[in-house]
């Protein structure tokens, strides 16, 4: 059976999210979930859902939960490189050791982000072909089918040949995950144009142009949302800020919708009848439905979800553990990138 | 009287809403306009518009509207280097060497972005101290008080040193336009510490850490429009990216809502109750409202709109540019990039 293993001790709701979400996991993904993490602490957040663990309801007679000590965790607050270093039995690491030992297949993680990347990169290690792991996103669109943005963080700088693995792991992962055919690549810039953009785009433009992607061409921000592309490369300084501008514009147009439907009595009776359709709305627009950012190019898959992560956002990522690694999803990584790519001078 | 040349003939709604915005502008804000463009074009827009012209309802009357002749225009669609370098004519460019020449003050333009930027820099050229003009937005917060954001796409490639003279003009801007006293100022990045970001952020946080700027340290996106900052500075490429998928995601967030809220008798019924909130909604965050983005650093002040911009947004931006020359922007920045800047290394 795959196994995943979870940081349950991580995030800002931790372990109560994370143990809820790893049990509806075990209950209806067919996979079997490692919840690593302070064992006295886990075992009483298990012991709430008794009745959901099935038979005698004792831990011991469910074979798809396991709990892992690790005494130490790496709080939101902790400075990233010395808390990799120093916290030796931290949940995260005693996680990525289960991965790397070949105990677990994948790792979830709602805890500190820049750890989560740094533990799985140090402990579990990237692909052969792969120079630079990226964090990617799942962006809501107006289409309803998801667009992969990558990297939204991993990497502050890069070099084209980076954007070109991006472009070749994003496309693997909105093929096979979120189930897209011959998905449509774009290249995050500032002008639809060739010409237009940073040098980096400008370079790798011309990678990608000359590869078997599908690449579309140059998307500007204002498309990011529409549907057009299944796949956004860039480097992870502007995909960190774009991904978290998106959040605060979300946040400040929900908050000042709302002060405006509270500041008459008219508005206030409509936003009642509204309500449901808010919730609609919240719901096709929220993270938490995709549920996590999967780091692509480390050996064994790790997904990084949001500190505050509900159940359901735990649950759902790792269902997409499961079909990142029940869709082979690291041997297609290395059987493309063993591809040589044609060098624009070359064609 | 201080003279404002607009090019009336590049927007996507040329020259009706040029004339206009125009029209309102000179009766209201004590300034004079010259409306630059096709002169037959613009007296026949003119016209429609007698009555609000006053007395005679002649245009030879009244001394604050000009029309200059300009026979060519520089379309959306044109390549921009190409279309400056060859239309001599140009409604921009003709608009840009009144401004050389004295005979107005500022320039506003909706027409082709690109083609505006450079028209400015070659014609007009920039200020003896600036090395690279920047385009400053004017983002709607929360907390209802604009945050200047720049550079949003004048230079894809920026050393620090620019985006320091970005951080003095736009605190320029900022406190002698937005009217906000010791303007807080950010640098937008991906993470708040120090040491989070790229090379670039890394440089520059150690110029404006040893500024005489009240800078308050980096920016995460997610709160670029809290309103806690008053001036957040990046490179022209994130900026416009930035800027673009904010527009993305508000369009996407509208639409949906939209979509959601006719998709129930109950929340159609709601949705009529609410419509006066969803206008003033609207308008707390739309673009028109404060109407275009300057270019800073550039001799003639400079004032770039958006393409579908109203009449109403082309009389804001003339009142943008009055306030600018009455405020005697540029002498000022050009007395506060005269004092040298303590690098980190001599602190």
């Known amino acids: 059976m795959l196994k995943i293993a979870v940081d349950a001790m991580g995030g800002d709701f931790a372990p109560t ?3 809820e979400g790893a049990i509806e996991a075990a209950r209806d993904l067919g996979v079997g979930v490692i919840l690593v993490g302070r064992s006295e602490q886990l075992k009483a957040e298990l012991h709430k859902h008794r009745a959901a663990l099935g038979a005698g309801n004792r831990l011991s007679r469910n074979p798809h939960i396991e709990i892992v000590d690790a005494s130490e965790v790496i709080t939101m607050d902790d400075p990233v490189a010395t808390a990799v270093r120093r916290k030796k039995n931290s949940s995260i690491r005693v996680a990525a050791k289960l991965v790397r030992d070949g105990h677990a297949q994948a790792l979830v993680s709602a805890g500190n982000t820049g750890a989560a990347m740094m533990t799985a990169k140090l402990v579990i290690g990237t692909l052969p072909k ?9 962006l809501p669109t107006l289409s309803r089918r998801g667009t992969v943005l990558l990297d939204v963080g991993a990497n502050a700088e890069c070099k084209a040949s980076h954007l070109y693995d991006f472009a070749v ?11 897209v055919h011959n998905p449509k690549v774009g290249l995050l810039s500032i002008g639809e144009e060739e010409i237009k953009g940073n040098d980096l785009t400008k370079e790798t433009f011309k990678l990608l142009k000359n590869s078997n992607l599908n690449f579309i061409g140059n998307v500007e921000g204002r498309d990011m949302y529409t549907g057009q592309y299944d ?16 959040e605060g514009v979300f946040e400040l ?4 919708l709302k002060e405006e439907l509270e500041s008459s009595i008219q508005a206030k009776a409509g936003a009642v009848l509204t309500k449901p359709a808010f919730q609609r709305f919240k719901k096709r627009l929220h993270y938490a439905e995709f549920g996590g950012a999967p780091l692509l190019g480390i050996k064994g898959m790790t997904i990084i979800c949001h500190g505050s992560s509900s159940p359901k956002a735990i649950r759902n990522a790792i269902r997409v553990a499961r079909d990142y690694c029940q869709g082979q999803m690291n041997e297609r990584i290395g059987l493309e990138l063993g591809v040589p790519v044609m060098l624009a001078s070359q064609a």
């Open 253 to 256: 147009v929900v908050r000042v």
């Open 17 to 19: 999210n994370e143990v």
């Open 169 to 179: 792991m994003g496309s693997l992962f909105s093929s096979v995950i979120v189930g």
């Open 130 to 138: 792969v120079d630079r792991p990226a964090l990617a996103a799942v």
């Open 231 to 246: 796949v956004i490369v860039c480097d992870g300084f502007t995909g960190n800020v774009a991904l978290k501008v998106s």
